[in-house]
């Protein structure tokens, strides 16, 4: 008897992940990154040559993509509701765009959502997307892994994991998206110190969802080490410290016959053997 496929291990707390964003929203957000990724997505879209009838965000935080009402009016807003449930409420082949900004960094099935992202889309529609991945954060990651095995003599996990730019190809390409692109945009943030830095993490809504956090508050002797060894490490020399963020972009289309096709194999006119030996002789 064939096995059913086991869930992904759920990594994130998607409840807390949406109680922690609306304490955000009620303490005035941090939003720099948000207000950069929402520009860029404005000029990524006027860039492709299509009109949307039927376009959809999902998850972004707050009001994050409320620009692009001007161009797309029509924009339905999917909130992350309170249990952070990961099933999509649309029809198959409903929607002609869905864009997201900042929020699938903490899907706890990727591959899973985009392929329900995929069912969704009408032949030749778009998903575009930006994501948290990569290198984002390593400076705190390494800081806090070095003073807690100094200070207590183990590890626990603070920084989430984040997919880097051949993961998220991948899992493109197994979604069954056409013409997938991926690339990166690094942002580097100084602050004064490494609390200036959690400070603004839990501004953002972004501070520790891990299900496997630690659920006792931090000693008082490792946060000030963690911010020791922070400003050790990654200080620039006026003192200030620096954060990366690497934001993912993700796009890719729902297959349709119009779109461009690669070449069957053997189909090439020209030998590439032949042009090797042509330009031997030269």
Not at 55 to 75: F, M, N, S, Y
Not at 104 to 133: E, H, K, S
Not at 216 to 226: I, K, N, Q
Not at 234 to 247: P, S, Y
Request: aromatic share 6%; proline share 6%; glycine share 6%.
């Amino acid at each position: 008897m064939a096995q059913a496929p086991q869930s992904p291990p759920a990594l994130f707390d998607r409840a807390l992940l949406h109680a922690r964003q609306g304490r955000a929203r009620a303490q005035g957000p941090v939003a720099f990154l948000l207000d950069r990724v929402a520009e860029d997505m404005s000029d990524r879209l006027a860039a492709v040559m299509r009109e949307f009838q039927a376009p959809a965000d999902l998850w972004t935080p707050g009001e994050g993509l409320v620009g692009l009402r001007t161009r797309l009016p029509a924009i339905e807003h999917i909130a992350l509701d309170a249990a952070g449930s990961e099933k999509l409420p649309f029809a198959p082949e409903s929607l002609d765009l869905i864009v997201s900004a900042l929020a699938l960094q903490f899907v706890n099935d990727l591959p899973g959502v985009l392929a329900q992202v995929r069912r969704a889309l009408r032949p030749d529609g778009l998903l575009l997307a930006a994501m948290i991945g990569g290198d984002s954060l390593t400076e705190l990651r390494q800081a806090f892994a070095a003073a807690e095995a100094e200070c207590e003599g183990g590890v626990s996990p603070r920084v989430a994991p984040f997919a880097d730019l051949r993961d998220i190809g991948a899992l493109l390409q197994r979604a069954g998206f056409a013409l997938p692109v991926t690339d990166v945009d690094r942002v580097v943030v100084r602050y004064a110190n490494a609390f200036a830095l959690m400070q603004d993490l839990r501004r953002m809504g972004a501070a520790n969802v891990l299900i496997e956090r630690r659920r006792v508050p931090s000693r008082r002797a490792t946060l000030l080490r963690m911010a020791e060894i922070y400003s050790e490490r990654f200080a620039d020399a006026d003192g200030r410290i620096r954060a990366t963020f690497d934001i993912i972009w993700l796009s890719g289309w729902a297959p349709h016959a119009s779109q461009q096709q690669p070449l069957k194999p053997g189909s090439a006119k020209a030998s590439l053997a032949e042009a090797v030996k042509r330009a031997g002789k030269e």
